[in-house]
């Protein structure tokens, strides 16, 4: 666990045994006696987790924490706060202070940095996808995702029905969530028949503690669940229990009985972190897509279609099968643009795009290369239905007009494709099959930079031959 911890006590023991506890664990242990020390030490270097013991000399170790936590650079910073008690005052306190916990000192070490791993796990997570989202960004453009946001949705995994209802009904005067609740026998085998909820509460008995930890592992292992939240909530404090379930991937625990107002805090804090972190998801899925997709026509673009041919090349060599690179170019299109304006060469592209998509299968790629160009990659047993598939292509783009609603115009539209067969190029480079388990990867690109160039050769020549037409590159023929 590489990490970097600030210990703040005005109590030099308390620092001592704190540090004991982390020291070996963490890359770098700091430490401050006082709440301004440790706002310096802050503004020089963000740590990974900052624990705040109860006692400072210049300010409330609750005070500091809200301080830290109001300032927008430190707002996602975890906050641990040692309490010299820890009452379930003590905690109720630290939650609404915005602490991620509260502990006594003397709580088992064991105990304790099995919390601290589930929390720097959260905010590993978190970082890494913030780095990703920001890397993405292109500086003027990052827009914020907005849109309606529901109530949160908790689901109450109890014991047995009595228990789901009792909490249930206690949670719901103290929070805005929709809540239902099952039994834990019941759920696993459910759990695929209902939308993933944004928390689970899971009711754990210290003294048969399999079934629920069952569970836990069951809601990480499936990957419509894997994002939810989870409180684990004990019957009784029990450290085995505690650091089994937070190292299954509990995100936080109640560790003696369930508790309304403080599992609703708790709750609050895991739920906004859910959900700032699905967004965040949200953002790099959509920076992703956006990098290698054509924004025109929903189409990939170059800067996937290129690696993806590579990747064919690679599968057909490995696999002994074959396949087909097309250049598709949609005729005369500068006259299109010409006469009826740039606006309406975009609808013309979208349209074409869409039905040359319509017309082949999943397992089938098509990307916009530029301009009015595509590229089409199909899996196919031999070069006849390679030229039946090209030719459907042709069909479907010639067989009715692009009509332009706005202006009543109708634009008739054909395109010219250029074939070429990935075996043929392949041989050619490795013609010794049976003794090449694999060819390089770097013959690979070469390969699939010659498919393209090949089939661009053959559609120069279906150009040539009066266009609307299909031809083959000289090998495949």
Known sequence: ??????????????????????????????????????????????????????????????????????????????VLIANTEGTRMDRIDALRAGADDAFDMSVSTDALLARIRSIIRARSSYEELRLREQAGQIPGLAEQVSGFEGPAQVLIASWNAAEGLLWNAQLQACVPYGLRQQPISQIAQDMSQFAAPDAIVISLRTATPDE?????????ARATTRQAAVLVVLDAEDDTARINALDLGANDVLIDGFDAEEAALRLDAMIARKRLTDRLRKRVEDGLTAAVTDPLTGLFNRRYAMPHLTKLAQRAHSQRGDFAVMLADLDHFKEVNDRYGHAAGDIVLAEIARRMRRCLSQADLIARMGGEEFMIVVPVEDVTAAEQVAQRLCDVVRSEPVYLRGRDIQIPVTVSIGVAMGSDLIKAKSPDCKSTQHLRLAAHDGIASALLDRADQALYGAKAEGRDKVTLSCSAA
Do not use: W, Y
């Open 212 to 220: 629920s930890l069952r569970l836990l592992a069951e809601v990480r």
């Open 1 to 78: 666990m590489a990490a970097h911890v600030l210990i703040v006590d005005s109590i030099s023991a308390n620092r001592i045994l704190l540090k004991v506890k982390l020291t070996g664990v963490f890359a770098r242990v700091e430490q401050a006696a006082s709440a301004g020390e440790a706002l310096d030490l802050l503004h020089a270097e963000t740590p990974d987790l900052l624990v705040l013991g109860g006692d400072l000399v210049d300010m409330s170790a609750l005070k500091l924490c809200k301080l830290v936590k109001e300032n927008p650079a430190f707002a996602h910073l975890p």
